[in-house]
């Protein structure tokens, strides 16, 4: 019996003493590394706590050096009366009580800054990742606020849009008028040219056949040849010499050849060169994609 109420005595002052002196590196169950504010919840959790012991022996407030005089007044009769005997489960409790008292005031300091650095470092890597998720978090509000006048932007481009479209569709009424009216001029600009060129070849080719029936006609004729030579002697010496036979042998070439050409009735150079020219102007229509085309009398045809 005195067994077992030394032994509960012994438990409720090992309680009181760890209560008294235990070190600060002692985790609560409940402790939480968050960073948020407390809840309404942890308030009313902490006001149900109940209210500490004053401490002291027995919970009594009275310091425990005063444990000692009584300890030693009870242990006296308890010890000679064989009350309380002291075997080998008291040298062991001893033995125990030693080892614990040398643990906590040789080995307290060092557990205790183990435990404090690990929940240091579970705090600063909590707060690490709150401060990544409240980085990401106001990345996307200021995407969200810069997206705020999307609707606005989308219909500026639907405005934008439409009017291009009206621009574009104004446009596309006049551009096939502006590519016609080109086409025509660059046709005419293409007929212009082949007649130029025509006629500056036909004209070369009369000249080089008047050049030469006049040469004929003056090598031949004796009479032409001294008349030719006396005008070209009276007109260096200044002299009058008349009429030049050769200017007059041009003239009278060119009027029979104007003559022969007026009586005669064939065509077919004329169309020759009408076909070839049609020709051309459809091949050149045909590449550039031009909106008509000429039938065989010359005739635009629309093709579009």
């Known amino acids: ?177 502006h590519d016609f009216k080109s086409q025509v001029e660059r046709m005419l600009n293409m007929i212009a040219a082949e007649e130029a060129s025509y006629t500056e070849k036909t004209k070369m080719a009369l000249m080089s056949e008047a050049t030469a029936s006049v040469t004929e006609k003056f090598s031949s004729d004796k009479a032409l040849k001294k008349s030719a030579l006396d005008a070209s002697i009276a007109a260096l010496k200044g002299g009058s010499s008349g009429a030049d036979p050769v200017q007059a042998a041009f003239v009278q070439f060119f009027k029979e050849k104007a003559a022969a050409a007026k009586a005669s009735k064939d065509d077919s150079e004329e169309k020759a060169q009408r076909e070839a020219m049609i020709a051309k102007m459809n091949s050149v229509a045909k590449n550039e994609k031009f909106f008509f085309e000429f039938d065989s009398a010359g005739q635009a045809k629309m093709t579009v």
Not at 61 to 80: H, M, N
């Open 1 to 177: 019996m005195f067994r077992a109420a030394t032994s509960s005595v012994v438990r409720r002052a090992a309680l009181r003493s760890s209560s008294k002196g235990a070190p600060s590196c002692a985790i609560p169950g409940n402790m939480s590394f968050h960073a948020s504010a407390k809840r309404e919840e942890d308030a009313t959790a902490e006001a149900a706590l109940p209210a500490e012991s004053k401490g002291g022996l027995f919970g009594t407030g009275v310091s425990e050096w005063f444990a000692l005089p009584v300890g030693i007044a009870a242990a006296v009769p308890l010890i000679k009366f064989d009350w309380y005997v002291i075997n080998e489960e008291t040298q062991l409790m001893a033995v125990f009580i030693a080892f614990c008292v040398t643990f906590y005031t040789q080995g307290g300091d060092a557990v205790h800054a183990a435990l404090d650095k690990t929940a240091v470092n579970l705090l600063k890597e909590h707060n690490e990742a709150e401060d990544k998720v409240i980085q990401a978090l106001e990345q996307k509000l200021h995407f969200l606020k810069a997206n705020q006048d999307m609707v606005n932007d989308f219909n500026a481009i639907n405005e934008v849009r439409a009017t291009t479209y009206e621009k574009l569709n104004a446009a596309g009424a006049i551009k096939p008028k």
